[in-house]
């Protein structure tokens, strides 16, 4: 199904990938979490655990110890099998959004995502606004 959709709108359009500035200006955030809760990792250097501690006002040393792993030399807030909910609270809100790191603020502008207009889709029916991106572009283009 999703290589049929692709191809319509190849035909249509041209690859997705290509509009990726246009489709990322339209980007807005629906804070449904999903990003959050996707299986990757979450990779952190020590000035982002800094400002997320200060954000949560506990110290570094306690951060460390409660939120984070070390995998492969890197220090990690989330991976598949560790926080799946990362720093989110019920209401799908960050708790450390105003100290939160790098990976999360450049979201949805990932190189993995721009790989090919497949792993766009995959990414577009996980996050909500990324899949209104698309549409919108689409919309504008007048692609059925």
Excluded: H
Aim: proline content about 3%.
């Amino acid at each position: 199904m999703c290589k049929l959709i692709i191809m319509k709108y190849e035909e249509s359009f041209g690859r997705m990938v290509s509009m990726k500035s246009l489709i990322l200006s339209k980007f807005k955030c629906k804070q449904t979490g999903a990003c959050c809760r996707d299986s990757g990792y979450v990779r952190v250097n020590s000035v982002q655990i800094q400002k997320m501690a200060s954000v949560l006002e506990i110290d570094v040393a306690y951060f460390l110890n409660n939120f984070t792993i070390k995998k492969n030399g890197w220090t990690l807030i989330a991976a598949p099998n560790y926080r799946p909910d990362c720093f989110l609270d019920e209401n799908n809100r960050c708790t450390v959004y105003e100290g939160r790191p790098a990976a999360c603020k450049s979201y949805p502008n990932w190189s993995t995502i721009w790989d090919s207009d497949e792993s766009l889709l995959k990414e577009a029916a996980l996050c909500k606004g990324l899949e209104n991106a698309i549409e919108i572009v689409k919309s504008e283009k007048k692609i059925n």
